[in-house]
T-cell receptor, first 112, second 113 residues
Framework: EAQVTQNPRYLITVTGKKLTVTCSQN?????MSWYRQDPGLGLRQIYY?????VTDKGDVPEGYKVSRKEKRNFPLILESPSPNQTSLYFC?????WGSGYTFGSGTRLTVV | DQQVKQNSPSLSVQEGRISILNCDYT??????FLWYKKYPAEGPTFLIS?????DKNEDGRFTVFLNKSAKHLSLHIVPSQPGDSAVYFC????????????FGTGTKLQVIP
C-alpha cells in the first residue's frame, strides 16, 4: 500500500529533551515536507525537501532540523523542545511539483 | 501574514444541496492551487487542484473555480453528502517555488442528513 508512515503517533516529552519524529514513504517520491497544525492557524510548513541532500526552510523552521540522507526518509528533529512546539505534526510527500501531497497520519507532540 | 485565507471557519449544508467553500489569497505569485479534505485523526487527503492557466476544474462532484483578478478560489460540492463532513483546506504554491506550499486555516463543513 502506498503510504507515508510517521512514528510515533503520540509523544509526551519534557522541555529540552531531544527527540526525533521519523517519516518514511514507499512511493519513490522526490518531494517531502513537514507541517504543523495548530488551532486557528491551519497547516504551516516547517521544512521541505526536493531531493536527497536538498532541504529548505518553510514558514516556521525555528527550533527544528531535518535531514534527507535517503529518498524515502525525512526525519524531523527537535534538538531542545519547548512547550510552544506542542502541536500536531504531519509529514507529506509528492511525486512532483504539480502533484498533491500524500500525508501521513500525524504525530501529536506534547512538550511539558 | 496569512497569504491564504479561509474566512469561514465553519459551514453547515443540507444533504443534497450545494456546498461552496471559499478561499482568498494575497500573493500574486501563486499559480497553483489545491484543496485538501481532512477527517479527525487522519492526515489531509488531496482532493482537487487547479493551475492559474485555467478558471475551472471538475472532478465528479467537486469543482474548483479560480478568479485570478479577485485572487479568489472556491470549491463547489454538488450534491453534498454526509461523508463530505470534514475540514477543507485550501493551499497555494508558486511555480519555481518547488514544494513551498502555503495552506489556509481550514473550513469545517457539516453536511446535515
Amino acid at each position: 500500500e502506498a503510504q507515508v508512515t510517521q512514528n510515533p503517533r503520540y509523544l509526551i516529552t519534557v522541555t529540552g529533551k531531544k527527540l526525533t519524529v521519523t517519516c518514511s514513504q514507499n512511493m519513490n517520491h522526490e518531494y517531502m515536507s513537514w507541517y504543523r497544525q495548530d488551532p486557528g492557524l491551519g497547516l504551516r510548513q516547517i521544512y521541505y525537501s526536493m531531493n536527497v541532500e536538498v532541504t529548505d526552510k518553510g514558514d516556521v523552521p525555528e527550533g527544528y532540523k531535518v535531514s534527507r540522507k535517503e529518498k524515502r526518509n525525512f526525519p524531523l528533529i527537535l534538538e531542545s523542545p519547548s512547550p510552544n512546539q506542542t502541536s500536531l505534526y504531519f509529514c507529506a510527500s509528492s511525486l512532483d511539483w504539480g502533484s498533491g501531497y500524500t500525508f501521513g497520519s500525524g504525530t501529536r507532540l506534547t512538550v511539558v | 501574514d496569512q497569504q491564504v485565507k479561509q474566512n469561514s471557519p465553519s459551514l453547515s449544508v443540507q444533504e443534497g444541496r450545494i456546498s461552496i467553500l471559499n478561499c482568498d489569497y494575497t500573493n500574486s505569485m501563486f499559480d497553483y492551487f489545491l484543496w485538501y479534505k481532512k477527517y479527525p485523526a487522519e492526515g489531509p487527503t488531496f482532493l482537487i487542484s487547479i493551475s492559474s492557466i485555467k478558471d475551472k476544474n471538475e472532478d465528479g462532484r467537486f469543482t474548483v473555480f479560480l478568479n485570478k483578478s479577485a485572487k479568489h478560489l472556491s470549491l463547489h460540492i454538488v450534491p453534498s453528502q454526509p461523508g463530505d463532513s470534514a475540514v477543507y483546506f485550501c493551499a497555494a504554491s508558486a511555480s519555481g517555488g518547488y514544494q513551498k506550499v502555503t495552506f489556509g486555516t481550514g473550513t469545517k463543513l457539516q453536511v446535515i442528513p
